[in-house]
Nanobody
Framework: QLQASGGGLVQAGGSLRLSCAASGRTFSRYAMGWFRQAPGKEREFVAAISWSGVNTYYADSVKGRFTISRDNAKNTVYLQMNSLKPEDTAVYYC??????????????????WGQGTQVTVSS
């Protein structure tokens, strides 16, 4: 089970930190990802991190502004979002990816999803 939190309303240029707490599985065996879905749009990849935390992956649209990290001792993955833009407005979902299940960038590689947390960036 994944529980995302930390969303909210922020002005453009501001920051938010999302958290996703995992339970019910061996967290350190799974890569983790963040996806987002804006109204009327398909869910899109945002960032992912390998099980060890050594490798990270980002969508071009957030590279240099967002940072994904994880704390395996706390079974939690984070998404630090800086320099937020109105186009970052979406529901953000965390997801767990089993080993060798496919590309980090594709939602089909993830087998468990959190409930989503709303991020709204005002201009």
């Amino acid at each position: 089970q994944l529980q995302a939190s930390g969303g909210g309303l922020v002005q453009a240029g501001g920051s938010l930190r999302l958290s996703c707490a995992a339970s019910g599985r061996t967290f350190s065996r799974y890569a983790m990802g963040w996806f987002r879905q804006a109204p009327g749009k398909e869910r899109e990849f945002v960032a992912a991190i390998s099980w060890s935390g050594v490798n990270t992956y980002y969508a071009d649209s957030v590279k240099g502004r967002f940072t994904i990290s994880r704390d395996n001792a706390k079974n939690t993955v984070y998404l630090q979002m800086n320099s937020l833009k109105p186009e970052d407005t979406a529901v953000y979902y965390c997801a767990a990816k089993p080993y060798l299940s496919g590309s980090y960038y594709h939602s089909t590689a993830y087998d468990d999803w959190g409930q989503g947390t709303q991020v709204t960036v005002s201009s």
